[in-house]
């Protein structure tokens, strides 16, 4: 897993994860978002931050609250459910925070699976919803397998060009892992980018340099500065399979939903203008073809093949694809989750603006 290199150690505090949720379903409320509606962002935030993605977690805060005051997402928003066939609905998210559309669009997916085998939803007029593994951890919850895929603002080219079209749309997937001591979900989450973008806005924040194979500067040219890297292009993974994946994750979030696609949708650190993402959810009952005690018992045999694979020269352990994250996540709900003082401080600054307190330390 990419990390970026830290030139200057943050200072670095705790929280625990229920004060990050309270705080942060408070500082939407404040802003207009109803009670159960900022639940639901707070807890797919605080999600990101338990698992280690801190670049989608609870620091997006200040520029979701932004965009609230630009008058460009419509915090009051209630995501509208249409019906299309028995397994096929559509979500028109009213330009409102992604975290609803999303979670309706999952929980209406897993609804239609559990009677008819699959369910799909496609979502239009959203907002950037964090990080995807929130949303297929709660069709793993339900026992299902799923597909959780968006669309986002230009950041990576089309293979060839160098031109911003393509978003580093993370590409996602999930499925219940086994009954054995110690098996873990299958949970795929990655932008279809070397790092993810959030990433490099982190490393900003933080005052770090980032790994020259990340991004082009605005000249095309490799860099460890992330000012310049977030003027030119992220590179994609794998060269042109990274664009393809790219292109696909516009196909099914933005061409199919009536949501903007091929570079038209608007990033979440840019005030001008609604998002208008796109996303598209589809759940899978597991066990249409063997009961789901088999279907565990043979997702715990390809579980244990993986990780106990034979390792290459100067690796340790074999990882499942998600099992980093959880074990972050076990890690983090006892210890509280690791927060760098400047973020700390950005978001006590948005607190004081709505007349709300600070977010409450670990000593
Ligand atoms: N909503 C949006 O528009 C948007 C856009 C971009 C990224 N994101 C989010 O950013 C996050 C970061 O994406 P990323 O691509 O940088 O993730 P990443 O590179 O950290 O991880 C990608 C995948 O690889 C797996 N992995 C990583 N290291 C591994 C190892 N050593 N062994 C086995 N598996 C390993 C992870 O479990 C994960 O499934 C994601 O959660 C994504 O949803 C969201």
Same mark, same amino acid.
């Given at each position: 897993m990419a990390t970026a290199s830290t030139t200057e150690t943050p200072n670095l505090v705790r929280v625990n994860h229920h004060n990050a949720k309270?705080?942060?379903?408070?500082?939407l409320t404040a802003s207009g978002v109803s009670a159960k509606n900022a639940?639901?962002?707070a807890s797919g935030l605080v999600q990101a931050? @338990?698992?280690?993605?801190?670049?989608?977690?609870i @620091?997006?805060?200040?520029?979701?609250l932004s965009r609230v005051r630009s008058g460009v997402l419509d915090p009051a928003a209630e995501p509208e459910l249409k019906q299309i066939t028995p397994v096929v609905a559509q979500i028109d998210a009213r330009n409102?925070?992604?975290f609803p559309a999303a979670h309706l669009g999952m929980d209406t997916a897993i609804k239609m699976a559990g009677v008819y085998g699959i369910g799909m939803v496609s979502v239009k007029h959203s907002n950037h919803f964090g990080m995807s593994a929130w949303i297929v951890k709660q069709a793993v919850d339900a026992d299902m397998m799923s597909l959780v895929f968006t669309n986002s603002s230009p950041a990576l080219p089309v293979w060839g060009s160098k031109e911003k079209m393509m978003g580093v749309s993370p590409i996602a997937c999930g499925a219940p892992g086994g009954k054995g001591e110690g098996s873990k979900p299958f949970? @795929?989450?990655m932008a279809p980018s070397v790092a993810a973008r959030g990433k490099i806005y982190k490393a900003l924040r933080r005052g770090e340099k980032i790994p020259t194979d990340w991004a082009l500067d605005g000249e095309g040219k490799q860099t460890d500065d992330p000012a310049k890297a977030l003027e030119g292009v992220m590179l994609p993974m794998g060269g042109p399979k990274g664009s393809a994946l790219a292109i696909m994750m516009d196909v099914f979030s933005g061409v199919l939903s009536g949501s903007a696609f091929a570079g038209g949708v608007t990033g979440p650190y840019d005030m001008s203008k609604p998002g208008d993402v796109g996303h598209f959810f589809v759940a899978i009952k597991p066990d249409l073809f063997m009961s789901l005690d088999e279907f565990r018992e043979r997702m715990d045999v390809l579980y244990q093949k993986a990780v106990d694979s034979e390792k290459m020269h100067g690796v340790d352990r074999i990882y499942f694809p998600g099992e980093i994250e959880q074990l972050n996540e076990e890690q983090r709900l006892k210890d509280g989750i690791p927060y760098a003082k400047a973020e700390i401080d950005a978001l006590n600054a948005e607190a004081e603006k709505l007349g709300l307190g600070k977010i409450p330390l670990i000593e």
């Open positions: 309270t705080f942060a379903a408070a500082l639940e639901i962002t931050d @338990l698992r280690g993605v801190e670049s989608h977690g @620091l997006r805060l200040p520029s979701y409102g925070f992604g949970i @795929l989450d």
